[in-house]
């Protein structure tokens, strides 16, 4: 009985190693056999020259944002001291001198002065002026030489104040009794015919009242013609009233 086992399982063993080895074959059929891959030859392909690499447009530096401006601790506000001084005001353009509006004067001057018809100089006849401001005086002949203060030398030394002595054409500045003084100084002003005799000649004065001293010939016409005076020379003449008086001989 047990011998009978023993071939049973060894036929059972048989059995199972044969349809082991049955099933490999088939399973090898099915499946085909892995070919070896097909390698081309190496064929050497010409590499193309590398295109050159354009450097790309520089890139701007951002601008390096600005630190806002600390803002300042408020100063202590600080009183001023007696001895400190004001910022300057910018000085002014000073105005030039200029004829005044008001050109209100007293002036009197002779319209007419006598002279011998032989004569070739006279002694014009003092003036009088008053004025509240300063004095432009413009003394002027076409046909004679004007000598002031003292006679047969130029007194231009005070070019501030006088031109034009021993010439046609004298400017004097300063206050009206300055001016005033200067005119009359020396027995008058006088005037010199340029040829010949003097008589029928005539003295052109204009007084200007002006905002300062100034010698300005521009400013001569610019006073009020009211104070303008024109002192005609005149030969002495015989009046018909002058009396006639008896002569007597002495034998």
């Known amino acids: 009985m047990q011998a009978k086992v023993s071939r049973t399982w060894v036929a059972a063993f048989v059995f199972a190693l044969s349809a082991l080895f049955i099933g490999q074959s088939l399973a090898?059929?099915?499946i085909p056999p892995i070919e070896d891959p097909?390698?081309?030859?190496d064929v050497a392909t010409?590499?193309?020259d590398p295109t050159p690499v354009v450097d790309p447009t520089p890139t701007t530096d951002p601008?390096?944002?600005?630190?806002?401006?600390?803002?300042p601790e408020p100063t202590p506000a600080v009183d001023p001291t007696p001895g400190d001084s004001a910022t300057p005001s910018p000085t002014p353009t000073k105005e030039a001198p200029h004829a005044i509006a008001n050109q209100k004067m007293f002036v009197r001057v002779a319209s007419a002065v006598r002279a011998d018809p032989r004569a070739h100089s006279v002694?014009?006849?003092?003036?009088?002026l008053s004025a509240p401001s300063f004095?432009?005086?413009c003394i002027s002949s076409s046909g004679a030489t004007l000598d002031i203060s003292d006679k047969d030398a130029a007194n231009n030394l005070e070019p501030k104040t006088l031109v034009g002595d021993?010439?046609?054409?004298?400017?004097i500045t300063g206050s009206s009794d300055d001016v005033t003084a200067l005119i009359n100084s020396g027995n008058g002003l006088r005037a010199e015919s340029l040829s010949g005799a003097i008589v029928n000649q005539h003295v052109l004065f204009r007084f200007v009242a002006v905002s300062e001293p100034t010698l300005d010939t521009k400013l001569c016409n610019q006073g009020n013609p009211s104070n303008n005076r024109i002192i005609n020379v005149v030969p002495f003449g015989i009046d018909i009233d002058m009396k006639k008086a008896d002569v007597r001989l002495v034998k």
Do not use: H, S
Request: aromatic share 2%; net charge negative; proline share 21%.
């Open 123 to 128: 002694l014009i006849t003092p003036i009088d």
């Open 135 to 137: 004095v432009l005086a």
């Open 166 to 171: 021993l010439t046609n054409y004298i400017r």
């Open 38 to 41: 097909i390698v081309a030859p």
């Open 46 to 48: 010409p590499t193309p």
């Open 28 to 30: 090898d059929d099915a």
């Open 63 to 71: 601008t390096p944002g600005v630190d806002p401006t600390p803002t």
